[in-house]
């Protein structure tokens, strides 16, 4: 079909030419972004042959990754000099994206090698060793009284709702502190604190440094009430070879709920300071 402003393609035609849809193109036209160039009375579709590149505009900038809102703006008046500024704004949030996407990526492959660690310890946790704990950053959140796993729970997504909105770099790990005393006092389980690994950050409320120094630790498998058992294994060791412990518990999740359906999965690794 054919009119004074050329050739025109129906809108299946012009979707197939544009590897698209008609109810893309539809729906450009409801949000006043690409207009059909002719409506007949039957309610057909009609486009020109200039319209190609329009919309070939529309799907670059969709590439870029605008917003069909931000695109109907830009095409409003769009010239070179508006043009480069439109697209050195989007090149600065393309450079924040690859960063977040990179911080993600390292999380994710961290969390890979702490699942494949677990499945290597996994028959032999109940080793109780020594080593050099190195420095490390924990954001942490307070567990309010009774301290019950329910108030650790919370307390850990609180964490976790903290940092997304922040945009904190954590790791995707949590874990928890339990008091010294406590231990001693067979209280395995009330926690006075919930905590995500963080990587160092001045300035953030919260965020403390574990340091260096040596420790001794152990670890847990099953689910979290049975934990007992592997604070009676460390403090054993420590009577036996005449270690003083001078810290709190601090409990890492290895395998937990972010990656296993089944407690009898879950790997807590135990850890004290010791002189």
Do not use: W
């Amino acid at each position: 079909m054919q009119d004074e402003r050329g050739l025109l393609f129906t809108s299946g035609q012009f979707a197939k030419l544009c590897s698209t849809t008609k109810e893309t193109l539809f729906h450009y036209d409801s949000l006043g972004l690409l207009k059909p160039a002719r409506v007949r009375e039957n309610g057909y579709r009609y486009y020109s042959y200039s319209q190609l590149d329009y919309l070939d505009t529309i799907c670059i900038m969709k590439k870029i990754g605008f917003s069909l809102e931000e695109i109907k703006t830009y095409m409003k008046n769009y010239t070179i000099d508006h043009s480069i500024v439109t697209l050195r704004k989007q090149l600065t949030i393309i450079e924040q994206q690859i960063q977040e996407l990179q911080m993600i990526r390292n999380r994710v492959e961290h969390r890979c090698r702490q699942l494949e660690h677990a499945v290597a310890i996994r028959n032999s946790s109940d080793i109780v060793a020594l080593e050099d704990a190195k420095i490390q950053h924990i954001l942490l959140q307070e567990v309010p009284s009774p301290h019950t796993l329910e108030s650790v729970s919370i307390a850990t997504k609180e964490c976790f709702v903290r940092s997304f909105k922040e945009q904190l770099p954590i790791f995707f790990q949590s874990g928890a502190i339990v008091p010294y005393e406590n231990i001693l006092n067979k209280k395995y389980t009330e926690a006075a604190f919930a905590f995500l690994p963080i990587e160092k950050i001045d300035h953030v409320p919260g965020v403390v440094e574990l340091p260096a120094g040596k420790s001794i630790f152990t670890y847990h498998t099953g689910n979290y009430i049975s934990i007992g058992k592997a604070y009676e294994r460390i403090l054993e060791y420590c009577r036996r070879h005449h270690l003083h412990i001078i810290s709190d518990s601090y409990e890492f999740a290895i395998n937990d709920y972010l990656s296993t359906g089944d407690e009898n999965e879950y790997i807590t690794k135990i850890m004290f300071y010791v002189e």
